[in-house]
């Protein structure tokens, strides 16, 4: 049984299916980890601010049920409340759902946290759980996060969401 050779045109033409498949897994995975990346800051370099650019652009925009943050002097801002109030947080992301086109890209997934406050007594703490969507962007540098909108959906404990929070 002997084969054909496929016509150089349908051969080029797998060829680019096949790279643009790559290229969608690659960006996939590049923005999941990414997403990952930056809840693993705020539970790993609370105390630092040098982190927020390899995860935001400049003009970033963070929404949350406490406030709004814009730009690098925003998320600084916000990164300084989270370390005033809390003294350790642990945060996980789940259910990652990620739409690429082209330079562009949405992420959307599930977020629980636990907040222990400053002197908290052991086994005190304001836990909350929800899901949030971003938006993120191609950059020199890498796939960056421009926009990050969190949608609260319960929380437990004391805490700055509640009456008797800080």
Same mark, same amino acid.
């Given at each position: 049984?002997?084969?054909?050779?496929?016509?150089?045109?349908?051969?080029?033409?797998?060829?680019?299916?096949?790279?643009?498949?790559?290229?969608?897994?690659?960006? =996939? %995975?590049? +923005? #999941? !980890?990414?997403?990952?990346?930056?809840? @693993?800051?705020?539970?790993?370099?609370? &105390?630092?601010?040098?982190?927020?650019?390899?995860?935001?652009?400049?003009?970033?925009?963070?929404?949350?049920?406490?406030?709004?943050?814009?730009?690098?002097?925003?998320?600084?801002?916000?990164?300084?409340?989270?370390?005033?109030?809390?003294?350790?947080?642990?945060?996980?992301?789940?259910?990652?759902?990620?739409?690429?086109?082209?330079?562009?890209?949405?992420? =959307? %997934?599930? +977020? #629980? !946290?636990?907040?222990?406050?400053?002197? @908290?007594?052991?086994?005190?703490?304001? &836990?909350?759980?929800?899901?949030?969507?971003?938006?993120?962007?191609?950059?020199?540098?890498?796939?960056?996060?421009?926009?990050?909108?969190?949608?609260?959906?319960?929380?437990?404990?004391?805490?700055?969401?509640?009456?008797?929070?800080?």
């Amino acid at each position: 049984m002997s084969t054909t050779p496929a016509p150089a045109k349908e051969l080029s033409e797998e060829l680019q299916t096949l790279r643009a498949q790559v290229r969608l897994l690659t960006d =996939r %995975a590049e +923005l #999941t !980890a990414l997403a990952d990346r930056y809840l @693993a800051h705020l539970d790993h370099d609370r &105390d630092r601010d040098d982190w927020l650019d390899s995860v935001f652009t400049q003009d970033a925009h963070l929404v949350f049920p406490m406030g709004e943050y814009r730009g690098t002097a925003g998320l600084a801002e916000f990164q300084k409340l989270a370390r005033t109030t809390f003294e350790r947080t642990h945060h996980q992301g789940t259910n990652h759902s990620v739409d690429v086109d082209g330079d562009h890209a949405r992420i =959307r %997934a599930h +977020l #629980t !946290a636990v907040h222990v406050a400053h002197a @908290a007594e052991p086994g005190v703490h304001f &836990d909350i759980g929800g899901h949030y969507e971003a938006e993120a962007v191609r950059t020199p540098d890498g796939w960056r996060l421009r926009r990050f909108v969190f949608d609260l959906v319960w929380h437990a404990g004391s805490g700055p969401l509640t009456e008797g929070g800080h």
